[in-house]
């Protein structure tokens, strides 16, 4: 089948996506080693919701542009993580002018390195399982109920996220049940946000549709 070449908006919205992602990926990082706070009883990093939405993110070019254009943008999220590392790690060493900047410096972003290491693995195993199982619900329901392929995909993927991050970043720094909690306390709210994203991939999909101006000819071919 003959692949339909992107337009101009179609590359507009693949790399505004990529941008997207990637700020929502940095973000979460630098905040998750900041605080931990409290939600609904729920105790998470801060930077928890910022990465949530790296999930319907990539449903949504999964659904418009296929699978492949996806890992792309998983693949740019991964560049944006390590770049950041790189960049911590490089300012680490240029010396300060004052020793309490150099001090705050590595109060806020010495626990990063860990927390980029642990989101890395975490990141990689998770987000190829979600745009993995979003294209396989996408064969077994045939196109059909959205809805259930983005819930069924981010949930079991947000659980993979959690448990591997949670546990490289935090283990040995917090106790064993408030590291439990935090596992838990992140997964709940993650589905959480999953659940209430559904109606904004919905609204994503068709919004991009229209703008691209795609035809259901296009879609297929692009897969």
């Given at each position: 089948m003959r692949e339909v070449p992107l337009s101009e908006r179609d590359l507009i919205v693949l790399v505004l996506s990529s941008g997207i992602f990637g700020a929502s990926i940095v973000y979460a990082n630098i905040a998750a080693g900041i605080k931990l706070v409290e939600f609904l009883g729920l105790v998470v990093p801060a930077g928890t919701i910022s990465y949530s939405i790296t999930f319907p993110i990539t449903d949504i070019v999964d659904e418009i542009y296929g699978k492949k254009r996806a890992i792309y943008i998983v693949?740019?999220?991964?560049?944006?993580?390590?770049?950041t590392l790189l960049l911590i790690g490089l300012d680490?060493?240029?010396?300060?002018?004052?020793?309490?900047?150099?001090?705050?410096?590595?109060?806020?972003?010495?626990p990063q390195l860990r927390i980029v290491l642990a989101s890395i693995v975490a990141y990689l195993a998770s987000q190829h399982h979600d745009v993995w199982a979003f294209w396989k619900w996408r064969e077994i329901t045939r196109g059909r109920w959205l809805w259930l392929?983005?819930?069924a995909s981010t949930m079991v993927s947000q659980l993979i996220d959690t448990a591997v991050f949670t546990t490289l970043?935090?283990?040995?720094?917090?106790p064993p049940e408030v590291l439990l909690n935090i596992i838990v306390?992140?997964?709940?709210?993650?589905?959480?946000?999953?659940?209430l994203d559904t109606p904004f991939v919905y609204l994503g999909v068709t919004l991009i549709k229209r703008y691209t101006r795609q035809t259901t000819t296009d879609r297929a071919n692009r897969r």
């Open positions: 693949w740019a999220g991964l560049a944006a993580e390590i770049a680490y060493f240029i010396p300060a002018t004052e020793l309490t900047q150099q001090q705050l410096f590595e109060r806020v972003f010495s392929r983005n819930n970043a935090f283990y040995g720094a917090v306390s992140m997964w709940l709210f993650k589905v959480l946000i999953a659940a």
